[in-house]
Nanobody
């Protein structure tokens, strides 16, 4: 069993910052890609940022220059630093990890953390 536990969401004013964390625990050998996704009310879930085990990153155009994804492989944790937040960033943010287990790879999702940006 693999679990992802997210933290760091909350309410912030436009222009403010938040830092999300997501820690993986359980039975796995390693983690390949990790990422953050978000789902706003009435919209589909979308990719925000991803990071490989080697540190290569990819961002949605809407967050480039404002958000930074990073990871600590020793702690099996991925972070999302969100700066210059906008009301349109309001969503439930989900962590995602591609874990390597005995029977192969398994993609795991966190429970989600709510980010609300007020105007």
């Amino acid at each position: 069993q693999v679990q992802l536990v997210e933290s760091g969401g909350g309410l912030v004013q436009a222009g403010g910052s938040l830092r999300l964390s997501c820690a993986a625990s359980g039975s796995f050998f390693s983690i390949n890609d990790m990422g953050w996704y978000r789902q706003a009310p009435g919209k589909q879930r979308e990719m925000v940022a991803t990071i490989t085990s080697g540190g290569s990153t990819n961002y949605a155009d809407s967050v480039k220059g404002r958000f930074t994804i990073s990871r600590d492989n020793a702690k099996n944790t991925v972070y999302l630093q969100m700066n210059s937040l906008k009301p349109e960033d309001t969503a439930v943010y989900y962590c995602n990890a591609n874990t390597v287990r005995i029977l192969g790879q398994q993609v795991v999702w966190g429970q989600g953390t709510l980010v609300t940006v007020s105007s």
